[in-house]
C-alpha cells in the first residue's frame, strides 16, 4: 500500500527565498521516493541590505515576514505535516538577524533556523547524490549562493572534506568580497584535489540550474568547461537589459548569473575537472531529506 507524505524545506539565501514541497511516496519494501510538488522562489535580495549596510531594511523585514506568512498558508493548504527554515550568511551576517528571526516567529508561525557555513555544507552534501556519485570516482560539489560557497570532495562515495567561504554572487555584485577570498579558495581546492584521479564538477544552485537549462543539454548529460567559459564570455558581452529581453532572464537572475559563472569556472579550472554536472538539487532539496530521515529514526 502506498502512503504519500508531504514535507517542506524553506531556503532563506541572500538572493533569494524559497519554499520546496515534496511529495515522500512511501512503499512497502521499497526507498522513499522524493517528488518535488511545489516550488515557490521570491526574489528579496538580503545579501544587498546584509553586505552592504551590516542588516536588514525595515523594507525587506517587511517582505520577508509577508512572504513567511504566504509560505505558512501554501504548507497549510498542501497538508504539510513537517517543515524546516533555514537562513543563510545574510541573516547570519545581518546585526538585526536574530531580532528579525523572533519577530517573524511571532506574526507568522515561521520558525527560523540561523545556520553556519558548515552547516550549510552538510545539509547540502546530505542531499541524494547516489545516482550521480561513482565508487572509484571523486567529485567537488560547488554550491554557489548569494552571500556564500560550499565545497565538498566526494571520493569513493563519502565525504572526504567540505568548506564554506564567504564569497557569493551578491557579494561580488557589490564588490564586498576580501581581496585574499580567491586565493584561499584556489589553495584549497589544488591542495584537497590534487592526489584525486578522474575527478569530475558538481554545481547546484540557481544560476548553474539555469546554465544548464540554457545549454539544451539532454537530462543528465554534463557541461564542459569549455562550453561555460563560451557561455560567461558571451554573458559579459551583451547588457543587463539584453539579458532580460534577449535570453529571457528575470531581472535578479540576470546580474548574478555573471558572477557565479566566474566561481563554477575557477573552481573547474582550479581541480582540473573537465566535466560540470548538474542534478538541480540544493539547500531546500537537503532540508526535507534531512527532516524526513530524522523523523524516521526518532
Same mark, same amino acid.
Given at each position: 500500500?502506498?502512503?504519500?507524505?508531504k514535507?517542506?524545506?524553506?531556503?532563506?539565501?541572500? @538572493?533569494?527565498?524559497?519554499?520546496?514541497?515534496?511529495?515522500?511516496?512511501?512503499?512497502?519494501?521499497?526507498?522513499?521516493?522524493?517528488k518535488?510538488?511545489?516550488?515557490?522562489?521570491?526574489?528579496?535580495?538580503?545579501?544587498?541590505?546584509?553586505?552592504?549596510?551590516g =542588516?536588514?531594511?525595515?523594507?525587506?523585514a517587511?517582505?520577508?515576514?509577508?512572504?513567511?506568512?504566504?509560505?505558512?498558508?501554501?504548507? *497549510?493548504v498542501?497538508?504539510?505535516?513537517?517543515?524546516?527554515?533555514? #537562513?543563510?550568511?545574510?541573516?547570519?551576517?545581518?546585526?538585526?538577524?536574530?531580532?528579525?528571526?523572533?519577530?517573524?516567529?511571532?506574526?507568522?508561525?515561521?520558525?527560523? =533556523?540561523?545556520?553556519?557555513?558548515?552547516?550549510?555544507?552538510?545539509?547540502?552534501?546530505?542531499?541524494?547524490l547516489?545516482?550521480?556519485?561513482?565508487?572509484?570516482?571523486?567529485?567537488?560539489?560547488?554550491?554557489?549562493?548569494?552571500?556564500?560557497t560550499?565545497? !565538498?570532495?566526494?571520493?569513493?562515495?563519502?565525504?572526504?572534506?567540505?568548506?564554506?567561504?564567504?564569497?557569493?554572487?551578491?557579494?561580488?555584485?557589490?564588490?564586498?568580497v576580501?581581496?585574499?577570498i /580567491? %586565493? #584561499?579558495? =584556489?589553495? /584549497?581546492?589544488?591542495? @584537497? !584535489?590534487?592526489?584525486?584521479?578522474?575527478?569530475?564538477?558538481?554545481?547546484?544552485?540557481?544560476?548553474?540550474?539555469?546554465?544548464?537549462?540554457?545549454?539544451?543539454?539532454?537530462?543528465?548529460?554534463?557541461?564542459?568547461?569549455? /562550453?561555460?567559459?563560451?557561455?560567461?564570455?558571451?554573458?559579459?558581452?551583451?547588457?543587463?537589459?539584453?539579458?532580460?529581453?534577449?535570453?529571457?532572464?528575470?531581472?535578479?537572475?540576470?546580474?548574478?548569473?555573471?558572477? %557565479?559563472?566566474?566561481?563554477?569556472?575557477?573552481?573547474?579550472? /582550479?581541480?582540473?575537472?573537465?566535466?560540470?554536472?548538474?542534478?538541480?538539487?540544493?539547500?531546500?532539496?537537503?532540508?526535507? *531529506?534531512?527532516?524526513?530521515?530524522? =523523523?524516521?529514526?526518532?
Amino acid at each position: 500500500m502506498i502512503r504519500i507524505r508531504k514535507f517542506a524545506g524553506i531556503d532563506i539565501g541572500s @538572493n533569494a527565498i524559497r519554499l520546496l514541497i515534496n511529495n515522500v511516496i512511501e512503499e512497502p519494501g521499497k526507498e522513499p521516493q522524493f517528488k518535488k510538488s511545489s516550488l515557490v522562489r521570491v526574489p528579496i535580495r538580503l545579501g544587498q541590505d546584509s553586505f552592504t549596510l551590516g =542588516e536588514i531594511s525595515r523594507a525587506n523585514a517587511i517582505r520577508m515576514t509577508d512572504a513567511m506568512k504566504a509560505f505558512k498558508l501554501l504548507m *497549510k493548504v498542501h497538508n504539510v505535516e513537517k517543515y524546516r527554515a533555514c #537562513a543563510t550568511s545574510a541573516m547570519r551576517e545581518a546585526s538585526n538577524g536574530n531580532e528579525l528571526v523572533e519577530e517573524i516567529e511571532k506574526k507568522s508561525g515561521i520558525h527560523i =533556523e540561523v545556520i553556519d557555513g558548515k552547516k550549510e555544507a552538510a545539509i547540502i552534501a546530505s542531499t541524494d547524490l547516489h545516482e550521480l556519485i561513482e565508487n572509484e570516482k571523486s567529485y567537488l560539489y560547488v554550491d554557489v549562493g548569494g552571500g556564500s560557497t560550499e565545497f !565538498t570532495i566526494f571520493s569513493n562515495g563519502k565525504i572526504i572534506t567540505s568548506k564554506s567561504f564567504k564569497i557569493g554572487t551578491v557579494r561580488l555584485l557589490n564588490e564586498t568580497v576580501e581581496e585574499n577570498i /580567491w %586565493a #584561499a579558495i =584556489e589553495k /584549497w581546492i589544488r591542495k @584537497n !584535489t590534487k592526489k584525486l584521479k578522474k575527478l569530475s564538477l558538481i554545481g547546484s544552485g540557481g544560476n548553474i540550474n539555469k546554465l544548464y537549462k540554457m545549454s539544451g543539454r539532454k537530462p543528465g548529460e554534463p557541461l564542459s568547461y569549455i /562550453w561555460l567559459n563560451a557561455q560567461y564570455q558571451f554573458l559579459q558581452s551583451i547588457s543587463y537589459d539584453d539579458r532580460i529581453s534577449e535570453l529571457g532572464l528575470n531581472p535578479d537572475r540576470a546580474d548574478v548569473i555573471i558572477p %557565479a559563472t566566474r566561481i563554477f569556472l575557477s573552481a573547474t579550472k /582550479w581541480s582540473g575537472a573537465k566535466k560540470i554536472h548538474v542534478p538541480k538539487i540544493g539547500l531546500s532539496d537537503g532540508i526535507i *531529506k534531512l527532516l524526513y530521515y530524522t =523523523e524516521k529514526d526518532n
